[in-house]
Nanobody
Framework: QVQLVESGGGSVQAGGSLRLSCAASGRTSSNYPMGWFRQAPGKEREFVSAITRSGSATDYADSVKGRFTISRDNTKNTESLQMNSLKPEDTAVYYC?????????????????WGQGTQVTVSS
């Protein structure tokens, strides 16, 4: 089992930045691909970004490409999501995820472990 705890959410004005962090504990998280999903009120959960076990490859949703940067530190069992040029449509609860087997995927159902979520609110 892997436990994931997010931090770093908050409120910011449009154009601002936030950095989300996720601390993993339990079974060695460096063995797992990790990523981020988000869910806005009344909307389905959507893929944001993912990173491979080694951190050598990343994937981004088109809506955040060029504005968000995912990274990980396997020595600390953490991953981060640097969010720049935030827009009101980025407002959502953001979830850290990890996958026990397989590679990165944009399908929410394939991720095995989920954090409790952290709220990000962007005002115009």
């Amino acid at each position: 089992q892997v436990q994931l705890v997010e931090s770093g959410g908050g409120s910011v004005q449009a154009g601002g930045s936030l950095r989300l962090s996720c601390a993993a504990s339990g079974r060695t998280s460096s063995n797992y691909p990790m990523g981020w999903f988000r869910q806005a009120p009344g909307k389905e959960r959507e893929f944001v970004s993912a990173i491979t076990r080694s951190g050598s490859a990343t994937d981004y949703a088109d809506s955040v490409k060029g504005r968000f940067t995912i990274s990980r530190d396997n020595t600390k069992n953490t991953e981060s999501l640097q969010m720049n040029s935030l827009k009101p449509e980025d407002t959502a609860v953001y979830y850290c995820v990890a996958r026990a087997r397989g590679g990165v995927t944009r399908a929410a159902s394939w991720w095995d472990y989920w954090g409790q979520g952290t709220q990000v609110t962007v005002s115009s």
